[in-house]
């Protein structure tokens, strides 16, 4: 009899399996080129009745196949889950948005409510993010509950489509009173820098439904850790939090530690390899010891901090029942500050929490000079406080898409450090005369980082922005190449490695190039005070890499059109001045 239970209970518990409502095609290695290669996987698709989930990990899905498939989608109402992580392993970047468009047409179309997006490990760069754009927007991400895009690639741009696209499906699933309730966010290994984390936030804060947030190595500072923490306190679930190897500094740390006040529910905090140093691990250890009442996990690892930070964080741990770990590894501790805080967390009877000290880089050296160059940089970056403060009111109107400008002035540092075409334009009228005087012609490769910089914020339907682009830029580079010590071969070689159109000897990762670093360049090439030479120079490497540039299309082409010609007027130039002096001879 009891047999009898034990295997009708198993029956049951098998009908109510993953397997019963999801195919799976994982770790397969199929190349996927066209409509015949899926012929079988779309009749398994057809046939299954009440797919719920599929997964097409570690496959390679072209634009014909994904159509195919796509097809067979069309009809599964009860669709939820869509497990797509590297899926276009080899495939050209172009083929990869309208793969995704139709399987994304397709969901919509069959009326799936997705709770699952997974995406990660696809290395589609902002295109691909605009594959998924119309999607993200639609009645089928109403119900979404986890999007996952580790290691995407999307850079800046891909940040602010996807931040637009959940901002405005909040407000389209808003509208039908069924508010999209994201929980889960993971988005690793992007690039997003401080732009793309800004515009996240302004998403982040309209759901104040996360509960896990998974977003380390994506160049994010301390401005965008700002506006993080600002976001972060509107998610009153929020349980995870994961900003590994960012970099906060002090003031990125004490915006985090005024935003966790605000978070009873977190269980995990990872800030390590995130530069928090002594002052922001103080800080957090304030609200650790305040607060927080069920945290597990606190990692503080490779900060540069030292044993009195050190010992404040322990301390501040010590009445927590639910934590299993804390990490302070690779710090500043020295020998004795290793002791010490081991000696603190043994006799508070917690010495077993403690993660291993073994990376410890030892007491730090006294380099005050070092520091205060840092806190300088920190300067450059500041996001104004009003500002953020301004951006939260807004919030409550839903309108979020574009950040306020900061009340206080924009100075050339702040613009430098983070361009924007508001901050250019807030420069005012004398802004070209403030670039000429703020950057060091003298150094060649930051004359031509500078130019990159500000040709990035061009922009050709706005006259205002375009024109004060073009003017700071002439009034730049016609100080840079009237003066004598400046070295014209080494801004052009350093363009060059930027634009990845040559590698560098040193390793000097390329820019993401955009279409404004062209159609400035272009301009360039034509005014009198650049030499003719380097346009000879420019149009080599450009025909040398026909694909290089791709990206940017008709501006590679027309930049392509203009040294031409410029090459072919100064030879036509040239020819015309020794006629004249034969004939004058």
Excluded at 267 to 276: H, K, P, R, S, Y
Excluded at 458 to 475: F, P, Q, R
Aim: one cysteine or more; proline letters at 3%.
């Amino acid at each position: 009899m009891a047999t009898d239970i034990v295997a009708q209970l198993a029956n049951s518990l098998a009908k109510t399996g993953v397997e019963d409502v999801e195919l799976s095609y994982k770790g397969q290695g199929k190349k996927l080129d066209d409509a015949e290669s899926v012929e079988e996987m779309v009749k398994e698709i057809q046939d299954f009745e009440d797919l719920q989930a599929l997964r097409l990990e570690g496959n390679t899905v072209g634009v014909e196949a994904a159509k195919a498939i796509a097809k067979a989608l069309e009809t599964k109402s009860k669709f939820k889950r869509c497990y797509w992580s590297d899926m276009f392993t080899g495939r050209l970047r172009s083929e990869i948005p309208p793969a995704l468009n139709s399987l994304g047409d397709a969901l919509v179309l069959a009326g799936a409510k997705l709770t699952v997006l997974d995406l990660s490990d696809n290395a589609f760069g902002p295109d691909g993010v605009r594959g998924i754009e119309r999607l993200l927007k639609s009645t089928a991400c109403y119900t979404l509950q986890e999007l996952r895009l580790n290691n995407c690639g999307m850079g800046i741009g891909g940040g602010k489509i996807l931040a637009a696209s959940l901002i405005q499906c909040h407000k389209n699933s808003s509208a039908e009173g069924t508010p999209l309730g994201l929980k889960v966010f993971v988005a690793g290994r992007n690039r997003l820098e401080n732009d793309g984390a800004t515009a996240l936030a302004q998403a982040f804060q309209l759901m104040g439904s996360l509960e896990e947030v998974h977003m380390p190595q994506n160049g994010i500072n301390h401005p965008g850790v700002t506006a993080l923490a600002k976001a972060m306190q509107h998610n009153a679930d929020l349980r995870i939090l994961n900003l590994n190897d960012n970099t906060f500094t002090e003031k990125g740390a004490f915006a985090m530690a005024q935003a966790l006040k605000h978070l009873r529910n977190i269980q995990v905090i990872n800030f390590g390899d995130c530069l928090v140093r002594p002052a922001g691990a103080i800080a957090l250890a304030a609200t650790v010891s305040e607060g927080l009442p069920i945290l597990r996990e606190l990692n503080l690892s490779f900060g540069e901090i030292t044993e009195e930070a050190a010992l404040a964080v322990a301390q501040a741990v010590k009445n927590k029942d639910q934590l299993e770990k804390l990490d302070l590894n690779g710090n500043s501790l020295g020998e004795d500050g290793c002791k010490a805080l081991k000696n603190a967390m043994e006799a508070m009877n917690i010495g077993e929490l403690l993660g291993s000290l073994s990376d410890d880089e030892g007491e730090p050296e006294d380099d005050e000079d070092d520091h205060d160059d840092d806190e300088e940089e920190d300067d450059d970056e500041d996001v104004d406080e009003e500002e953020i403060e301004e951006e939260e009111e807004e919030s409550n109107g839903n309108k979020l898409s574009t950040p306020v400008a900061a009340s206080r002035p924009t100075d050339v540092s702040s613009f430098l450090s983070f361009p924007s075409p508001d901050k250019l334009l807030k420069l005012g009228a004398t802004r070209a005369m403030l670039i000429e005087q703020q950057v060091d012609v003298s150094d060649a490769t930051k004359t031509a980082e500078a130019f990159l910089k500000i040709a990035s914020v061009y922009k050709e339907d706005n006259d205002d922005v375009k024109n004060a682009v073009l003017d700071s830029i002439d009034a730049l580079l016609r100080k840079a190449f009237s003066t004598p010590s400046f070295q014209g071969c080494n801004f052009v070689s350093t363009l060059l490695v930027l634009l990845g159109l040559i590698k560098s000897e040193d390793k000097v990762a390329p820019v993401l190039v955009v279409r404004g670093h062209l159609n400035a360049l272009q301009h360039v090439a034509s005014q009198d005070y650049f030499p003719k030479e380097y346009v000879d120079v420019l149009a080599v490497f450009l025909s040398r890499n026909p694909k290089a540039l791709e990206s940017c299309g008709n501006a590679r082409n027309s930049l392509q059109s203009t040294l031409q010609r410029v090459r072919s007027e100064d030879c036509e130039h040239t020819h015309t001045h020794r006629l004249t002096h034969t004939e004058t001879d």
